[in-house]
Nanobody, 123 residues
Framework: QVQLVESGGGSVQAGGSLRLSCAAS????????MGWFRQAPGKEREGVAA???????NYADSVKGRFTISQDNTKNTLYLQMNSLKSEDTGMYYC?????????????????WGQGTQVTVSS
């Protein structure tokens, strides 16, 4: 079992920055691959970024160069630094975990999910 708790969401103007955090606890086996996903109203959930236990990262094309995923294993915390935010980045952001790599678009393959944190970007 893995428990995930996100924080750090909020409202920001376009061009601004936010840093999301995800506190993870539980079985490290299922935390070997962790990701951030988002869902806007009326849209499907989409993968934003993912990172494995060795620090290799993957990003959606829409956020490359603007978002950075990282983890602090000493604190069991996953981060998503979001810069140059756009209105289209608005949505509920979720942290998720699974064992082993998968394509970031495959949210259906992630086993554990947090409750989400809202990000609203106004233009």
């Amino acid at each position: 079992q893995v428990q995930l708790v996100e924080s750090g969401g909020g409202s920001v103007q376009a061009g601004g920055s936010l840093r999301l955090s995800c506190a993870a606890s539980g079985d490290t086996y299922f935390k070997s691959y962790m990701g951030w996903f988002r869902q806007a109203p009326g849209k499907e959930r989409e993968g934003v970024a993912a990172i494995d236990s060795e620090g290799s990262t993957n990003y959606a094309d829409s956020v490359k160069g603007r978002f950075t995923i990282s983890q602090d294993n000493t604190k069991n915390t996953l981060y998503l630094q979001m810069n140059s935010l756009k209105s289209e980045d608005t949505g509920m952001y979720y942290c998720a975990a699974r064992y082993g790599y998968c394509q970031i678009r495959r949210s259906d393959l992630f086993n554990y999910w947090g409750q989400g944190t809202q990000v609203t970007v106004s233009s």
